[in-house]
Structure formats: C-alpha cells, structure tokens
C-alpha cells in the first residue's frame, strides 16, 4: 500500500521474542529468521499506524469526515440510507454500499441484527507506557509468565509498554507501584518507572460476528471479530479485511463482477478470523494459566519448541499472517488440466502468489515480481517453457489481444521466459512486458512452464492453469469480472 517507509520511520524494529518463566528464560523466537522482505516486527504506536494511512489514503484522493456519528440506517434494493449527526445537524446519507468499520461495539452489526458471540475473560489487564531503562535489551518484547501473572514488556520508539494481568481490577487509583511492585518480582529489587506517559486497563473479548454481510451492508475489523491483544493480531487482521473486500467493491461500484465475488469476503476472511482466535486464544490461555501442574507442563512444552527451527517458523509464518490462505474460496479455481501431475508444484489456488528476482528482457534490469504486479488489478502471469513452442506463441498473442481489448483496466499482462531460454528466442508480442528468470527463482517457487497464473489484486492466487487451458481461463475472468448485466 506504499506506507512502510513512513510507518517504519515512527516504530522501533524488534528483531526477537523472549519468554521467561518462573525459573528465568525458556525460549526466545529469532523474527529475523522468517524467510520474508520483511524478517521483522514494526513497535509502532497505533496513533502513528492511524496517521500514516490517513495521509496515504488522502493522497489517493480519499476524504475523511470526522465528528460524525451514524444514528441509524435502512436499506433496500437501490441502496443504503444513514442517518448521520454532525454536531447539533441530523443529515441522511445515500450510498450504495455500506462498511461498518465501528468498532467492537459496533452500531451496524447491532442494527443488522448480527449476533457477535464469544466470551470475556476473567483476568484484568493494566497498561502504561514508560520512560524507562529497563535492564533488557530494546530490539526484542518479553514475556514473563509469573505464578502472579503475566508480564509483558515492549519496546516503544521511545521508552517502554508494560502490560501485566491481574485478577480483579486494582482497588485504588491505578498508578505505576502496581508494575513496579510486579517488576521487583522478576528483577529482585523495586524499579522506577517515573511519571508513565499513559496509564489504562482494559478487559479482553474473544467474540466472533455470525456474519460479515447482509445485502449491502459489510463489516470489518474489530466490528466483525475481536481477541485478545496478546497475539497482536486484531488491527491487521481487519487491515487484511478491507484489503480483501476493497478490490471487489470497487469493481461492483464499477460494474464489474458476479455476485459470487460479493459473497466471497465472509467466505474467505471469516474462517480467517475464526482460525487466528482460536490460536490466540490457546496463546492466552496458555500465558495465564495458574495451576503448578500445567505451569510447568507449558514451560517444558515451550523449551522444547524453542529448539525447534520447523516449530519457530511455523509460529512466524502465522503470527505474521503470511500462512494466511483462501484455498477453500469458491472463486479460486484451477484449470480443468491443472491437478495432473504438478498439484505439488507452485502455489495453489487461493494461496498468496511467492515472489521471486526477474530480469528485463529490454533492459536487463533486476525486479521482484511482487514489485511489478503492484497495480491493484488482476495480474495474468504466462509462464513459457525453456523451448516457447508455437502454441504458446500463439497463446501469447491472443491474451495480450484479449486482455488489452476486453479486461484493460481489470487484468494486465506479464510474460515470464525461463532461465535457460536463449535472448533471441524470448517472444515478444507489442507492449507486453516480458521478463527473464533470474537464477532459477521463478522455477523454484512456481515449478516449470507453460502455466498460466492470475493473481488477484491482494497478492492471492485466483487461477492456475496449463498453457493449453488459455479458453477457459477467459470464460473464469468473464464470470469474476465481466460486466454486470442490467437488472
Ligand atoms: C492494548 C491493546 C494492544 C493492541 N495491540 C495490537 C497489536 O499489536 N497489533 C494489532 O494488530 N492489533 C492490536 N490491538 C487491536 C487493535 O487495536 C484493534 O484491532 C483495532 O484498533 C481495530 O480497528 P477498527 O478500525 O476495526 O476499530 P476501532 O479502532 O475501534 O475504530 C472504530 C471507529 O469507529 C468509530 N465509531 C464507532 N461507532 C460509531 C458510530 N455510530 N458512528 C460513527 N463512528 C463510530 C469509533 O469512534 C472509532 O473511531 C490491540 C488492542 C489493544 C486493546
């Protein structure tokens, strides 16, 4: 989305994840050993997150009205009807499509009639940002998993986050002696924390919308699902959210696209949202357990895991959300010959697309692929074999033809020729862009030519196939994006 440069300005990197139990360290998660761009986690103050979108989001030309609250809505076949209030002014509002991203207690989901079951949990959680020099090192969080409960500190950009469970909300004015007492437990004397720039508490919700549509009203984020903070999962699990659902609005607004596109945000992204609160509800559970017995069974369980290089990159490939898959969505789909021989091979459909280094055949220049598919459209990726036979030359020339005529602001092009093709025998078809494997790394993450790719605009996989399933690749782009038929 173009925002790292900034929001990696305003954060701190944290290059680890250390956990402490009773008898000192257990284990510690090495992040930069994630095999990603970004082998890293961003500590950065929500308020900055919320800043650095904004700023983005008005440079694409977006307005943001704040002071506005929605009272009430109704909808109908010809679109939605809110009535809003902006100071002492009641205004109503058409759209044709409506969004509840309001939060937890959200007013849409209420008046949608949308149940939002789950349960609270019985501890009580304080928090309070410090200035402070703690004794640990500032590139890693850690976990205290204390008999008294658990402690986490985090670095900030500047200073400290302490957040520590308690079993019932304190009894006076919430001030730092209650961490600092906590603190004294881990470090054998009492700290201080001086004046905390923010002090709060809050409790923890694990609850779950029974749907994210009704007709043309949507939610999402925490409006649609909300955990515990532990796993740090909420806010971009609901970033992911409007990703998914963004790109087929906007084709709707458009006039593009079945139905089934519509439906396919819930059936994707809720059983996402239920996988990640029911891990980071095991995740919970298992930092606030209190009977000796089981304490000691997870501390033992998570020395064990620490040791484990497959168990530590599968705990990252989660957290980052970067497991995150649609394989079960009723719009990815395979090529009727997809499946013969090569189902373990490449991404499958639904997956997130990998990346790999490509070289201009014009120019000789180096690329990632993410970096040239960033176009918020559908992507057609033609994989050619090291030999380009003339069926595939011919493939070439028809979807470049197809795809400029029919699909231009919907699905562009890419040619990727195989690593041991010679230049002069690369095909070129007009202003189709061709690119070269450089190293063997398209091969190694997509298998061999010739395949055809189409990558949604969220980096997902819509549609794989063999060269020779060219036809029925159009009549999938035609059901997914032709145009809508009047009435
Ligand atoms: C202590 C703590 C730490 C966390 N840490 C992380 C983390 O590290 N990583 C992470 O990913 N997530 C984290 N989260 C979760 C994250 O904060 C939430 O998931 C995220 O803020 C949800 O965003 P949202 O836009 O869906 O809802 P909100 O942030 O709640 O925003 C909803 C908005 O809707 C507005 N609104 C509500 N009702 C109406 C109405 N009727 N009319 C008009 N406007 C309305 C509200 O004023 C608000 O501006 C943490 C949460 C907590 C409590």
Same mark, same amino acid.
């Given at each position: ?8 300005? !305003? ?44 700023? +983005?989001?008005? $440079? ?21 009807? $809110?009535?809003?209030?902006? #100071? ?76 520590? $469970? ?71 699990? #609901? ?33 996402? !949202? ?10 919970? +559970? !298992? ?22 290089? &497959? ?45 790999? $280094? ?84 398209? !091969? ?19 549609? &794989? ?23």
């Amino acid at each position: 989305m173009d925002v790292l440069g900034p929001v990696r300005k !305003a954060s701190r990197v944290l290059k680890a994840v250390s956990v402490y139990g009773d008898n000192g360290f257990l284990f510690e998660l090495d992040l930069t050993s994630l095999q990603a761009p970004y082998p890293w986690v961003l500590s950065c103050p929500q308020s900055d997150v919320e800043r650095v979108l904004i700023q +983005r989001f008005k $440079a694409l030309g977006g307005e943001l009205v704040r002071g506005v609250e929605l009272l009430d809505f109704t909808q109908d076949g010809s679109g939605v009807t $809110a009535r809003i209030r902006k #100071g002492t002014q009641l205004q109503t509002l058409q759209s044709e499509v409506m969004v509840g991203a309001d939060g937890v207690g959200s007013t849409v989901r209420q008046q949608l009639g949308i149940g939002f079951h789950g349960v609270e949990y019985s501890e009580h959680f304080l928090l309070a940002d410090v200035d402070w020099q703690s004794p640990w090192r500032n590139d890693s969080s850690h976990g205290f998993l204390q008999e008294e409960g658990l402690l986490i500190a985090l670095p900030l950009p500047t200073g400290w986050r302490l957040i520590m $469970a308690t079993d019932s909300p304190p009894e006076a004015p919430l001030d730092v002696s209650i961490f600092e007492e906590r603190l004294a437990l881990i470090l054998g004397q009492k700290p201080d924390l001086g004046e905390p720039r923010w002090i709060s508490e809050f409790s923890v919700q694990r609850r779950l919308a029974q749907h994210y549509r009704r007709n043309r009203v949507y939610l999402a984020g925490d409006a649609a699902h909300v955990q515990s903070p532990l796993g740090a999962q909420g806010m971009n699990t #609901g970033l992911a959210d409007a990703f998914n659902l963004s790109w087929k609005l906007g084709y709707y607004l458009k006039g593009y696209g079945s139905g089934a596109l519509l439906d396919s945000y819930e059936q994707e992204r809720r059983p996402v !949202a239920e996988k990640m609160i029911y891990g980071v509800d095991m995740l919970s +559970r !298992a930092s606030l357990v209190k009977r000796p017995l089981l304490r000691r069974s997870r501390d033992s369980l998570l020395k064990l895991a620490g040791g484990r290089t &497959r168990m530590s990159s599968r705990i990252l490939r989660t957290a980052s959300q970067l497991d995150v898959h649609y394989r079960h969505s009723p719009i990815v789909t395979s090529g009727p010959e997809a499946e013969l021989g090569w189902r373990r091979e490449g991404p499958l459909p639904g997956d997130r697309l990998p990346d790999a $280094a490509l070289k201009s055949v014009r120019t000789g220049h180096l690329h990632q692929l993410h970096d040239l598919l960033r176009k918020p459209v559908h992507h057609l990726i033609l994989q050619l074999s090291e030999k380009p036979e003339h069926n595939e030359r011919l493939v070439l020339y028809a979807l470049s033809d197809r795809l400029g005529q029919d699909y231009r602001d919907r699905a562009h092009l890419t040619v990727v020729a195989a690593q041991q093709t010679p230049h002069s025998e690369v095909p070129r078809e007009g202003t189709t862009r061709i690119w070269q494997d450089h190293e063997g790394e398209f !091969a190694a993450a997509f298998g061999h030519g010739p395949r055809l790719w189409l990558m949604r605009p969220d980096g997902h996989l819509a549609y &794989r196939a063999p060269v020779g399933n060219a036809d029925h690749l159009l009549e999938y782009l035609d059901t997914i994006l032709g145009k809508q038929l009047a009435g």
